[in-house]
């Protein structure tokens, strides 16, 4: 078995055995599925060496285990829910074709995003609120917008027992519903969508307002995705060069003001997070720090003698068109779904300039994570385990536990506004943050609509969303 290295350009960290057999055998012959031991093997033995805890893993695993219960097994502190600094992260899928797609922005889907709530305190009925709807996607074909809500899937309605089997199902007629006195009630109108493979493009808006004298800039962005990629596992870069070009629009508005909203961005790779950083940070430049790299001492051992010095740095690049001289500061939409890479922005950006957060406490997500897969496709499992913590220009590390908003603001759980509409409530607390002139009545979290919440679509994006992903060029992802 071969390691590759961590520097090594390609997408996914692999680990490499070459089947010397004759040409002429079938696949299955040629390339035989792994058995469970195996497969467990492999996951040890990687493990061993890149997870970041790789000194608490067990000293005698249960190799007898299924591979994912396996692969839970080793995890640090996995099951203690006290210890904010435990594993919480770390994941495996049973295809590793699957985990690069979901990484990649790539899924089945009606392109619908949503959240699920308990209608009452009998915490029976569920009823579904609208968070955003992918453009070109089935769901905005059939005519659906954020805000919109539904309690009905197939006729049925939804609770808390039947919801998941209801929302997989492959094609899917929504019952719609509205608001009546802050009440979901049904209606007769229905909706009808089939998931398909969707390619999620994670600009979802962009725009200016001139208010007060100040030029604002607002960018809704929702993953971490540098591009489109390839089967070689390569990305165009479509997605960090849409950003770029924002920001020159931006820069040749005159922004000022800087509002971005990552409330529904759960992270992704650190290079676009790096990417998009470099466009708003102040007075940086290719030779200052956005953040640095803690791993184990058998990989930081390994990298020190094959690197030197400065190998888990990453630093800002130099951008035409980034926007920082114009700015003092930086607003930053968060939630709880807030999380990873968007985090990095946040704690990497602070030596450098103030970044006022408004919205509700980010999900705490200060550790990174590898890809791996073995690319002889014998064992099929794909796994992202935690493989560094990470850290701001000042050494500073510890937000296991989120950011608390400088703002608290909650958006409603039922009836929700467009992005980018000014009466919005966190957009509207960002304006009136910069202007001093509400465009809507304050909505502190204690006076929001706030519903139980039970699930959400975000969840099946890859472990959960919350990612924070280095690629082996990159050293992070």
């Known amino acids: 078995m071969t390691r590759y290295s961590l520097l090594r350009p390609a997408l996914l960290l692999t680990i490499s055995g070459a089947l010397m057999l004759a040409s002429c055998k079938k696949d299955s012959d040629v390339n035989p599925i792994a058995s469970n031991k195996e497969v467990n093997d492999w996951i040890l033995s990687n493990m061993k060496y890149y997870y970041l805890w790789n000194d608490r893993i067990p000293a005698n695993p249960d190799t007898s285990l299924a591979p994912d219960k396996f692969f839970y097994s080793l995890l640090y502190d996995y099951t203690n829910t006290a210890n904010v600094n435990r594993d919480r992260f770390s994941w495996i899928q049973a295809s590793a074709d699957e985990l690069k797609a979901s990484l990649s922005g790539q899924s089945k889907s009606t392109g619908l995003e949503y959240r699920l709530y308990y209608k009452g305190q009998s915490r029976t009925d569920i009823v579904g609120s609208v968070l955003y709807v992918l453009p070109g996607s089935p769901a905005a074909a059939a005519g659906f917008k954020r805000g919109d809500i539904f309690t009905k899937v197939n006729g049925q309605a939804l609770t808390g027992t039947n919801y998941a089997s209801l929302l997989a199902a492959d094609a899917l007629t929504f019952g719609m519903a509205t608001l009546v006195n802050g009440t979901p009630t049904d209606t007769d109108q229905t909706r009808q969508v089939n998931p398909i493979v969707l390619q999620e493009d994670p600009v979802l808006l962009d725009t200016t307002y001139t208010i007060g004298g100040k030029t604002v800039g607002y960018v809704v962005y929702n993953q971490f995705i540098p591009g489109v990629f390839k089967p070689s596992g390569e990305a165009d870069k479509t997605y960090d060069t849409k950003l770029d070009n924002i920001f020159g629009k931006f820069k040749q508005k005159g922004v ?180 001093g002139t509400r465009t809507t009545a304050r909505r502190g979290v204690g006076t929001a609509e706030i519903l139980t919440g039970i699930s959400s679509s975000l969840d099946r994006k890859a472990g959960g969303g919350n990612m924070f992903i280095e690629t082996p060029g990159e050293l992070l992802k």
């Open 256 to 435: 000022n003001e800087l509002v971005l909203d990552l409330r529904y961005n759960r992270g992704g790779y650190v290079s676009s997070s790096t990417n998009l950083a470099s466009l708003m940070g102040k007075n940086i430049d290719g030779s200052k720090v956005f953040y640095t790299q803690q791993w184990n001492s058998t990989v930081t051992a390994d990298r020190d003698k094959k690197n030197g010095a400065g190998w888990n740095t990453e630093k800002f690049s130099a951008k035409a068109t980034n926007i920082g001289a114009n700015l003092s500061r930086v607003f930053v939409l968060t939630s709880g779904s807030t999380a990873s890479a968007s985090e990095l922005i946040i704690n990497g950006l602070r030596p450098f300039m103030t970044i006022t957060t408004i919205g509700t406490t980010t999900v705490g997500k200060n550790v990174g994570s590898i890809t791996l897969s073995d690319d002889t496709k014998r064992i099929k499992w794909g796994m992202q385990p935690l493989t560094f913590k990470s850290a701001n220009a000042q050494g500073f590390s510890d937000y296991a536990t989120g950011f608390v908003p400088a703002v608290e603001v909650s958006e409603p759980s039922l009836g929700m506004k467009a992005f980018g509409t000014l009466s919005e409530p966190l957009l509207g607390e960002a304006i009136y943050q910069i202007t």
